[in-house]
């Protein structure tokens, strides 16, 4: 889906809809993407570190959960995150996941025209996409959640203030 409009013939038209729904689904792509890989490095490197320990006792203290606040060790926790982080560069590099193209791509096409406009896939875009896609779905969630997420409500008095009005 996403290279159809890298592919696209330069006389083909694309509609707003057209280019909000590969916005959408690029997002939900990414989401997907966020999620698997902070589920999958987090699967791989427990077991690792939980194999390591039945082979090394003493690196429990390190790799192991604390038994008393159920934390996990300093360098486990950061290892798993590193490791995250990594897998995520990568698979945004092999699937060219770009989130400032994308952006980018979807303001031309809601503006009207690309005007002379090249859009092209940077590594920087690609490597900061990779990040947000490492530190996973809890992090987009939270991101979310602090700039899109519940508005205060408006007091009655004031929204029939504006219906009078």
């Given at each position: 889906m996403?290279?159809m409009?890298?592919?696209?013939?330069?006389?083909?038209v694309i509609t707003?809809g057209q280019?909000?729904?590969h916005?959408?689904?690029?997002l939900?792509?990414?989401l997907?993407?966020?999620?698997?890989i902070?589920?999958?490095?987090e699967?791989?490197f427990g077991t690792?570190?939980?194999?390591?320990v039945?082979i090394?006792?003493?690196?429990?203290?390190?790799?192991?959960?604390n038994?008393?606040?159920g934390?996990?060790?300093?360098?486990?926790?950061?290892?798993i995150?590193?490791?995250?982080?990594?897998?995520?560069?990568?698979?945004?590099?092999?699937w060219?996941f770009d989130?400032f193209?994308?952006?980018?791509?979807l303001r031309?096409f809601?503006a009207?025209?690309?005007?002379g406009?090249?859009l092209?896939?940077?590594?920087?875009g690609?490597?900061?996409?990779g990040i947000?896609?490492?530190?996973?779905s809890?992090?987009?969630?939270?991101?979310?959640?602090?700039?899109?997420g519940?508005?205060?409500?408006?007091?009655?008095d004031e929204?029939e203030?504006?219906?009078?009005g």
């Open positions: 996403f290279k409009f890298l592919l696209m013939p330069a006389a083909a707003p280019a909000i729904s916005v959408l689904v690029m939900g792509e990414i997907l993407a966020s999620f698997i902070e589920r999958g490095v699967f791989l690792v570190s939980n194999l390591l039945g090394f006792p003493g690196l429990s203290g390190l790799l192991l959960p038994q008393q606040n934390k996990a060790g300093p360098f486990r926790s950061g290892f995150q590193f490791m995250a982080v990594i897998f995520g560069i990568f698979s945004a590099w092999i060219k989130l193209y994308l952006f980018a791509q031309m809601l009207g025209g690309a005007d406009e090249i092209v896939i940077t590594t920087w690609i490597v900061l996409t947000v896609i490492g530190m996973g809890v992090f987009i969630h939270e991101l979310y959640k602090n700039y899109f519940k508005q205060s409500p408006v007091p009655l929204l203030t504006f219906k009078a």
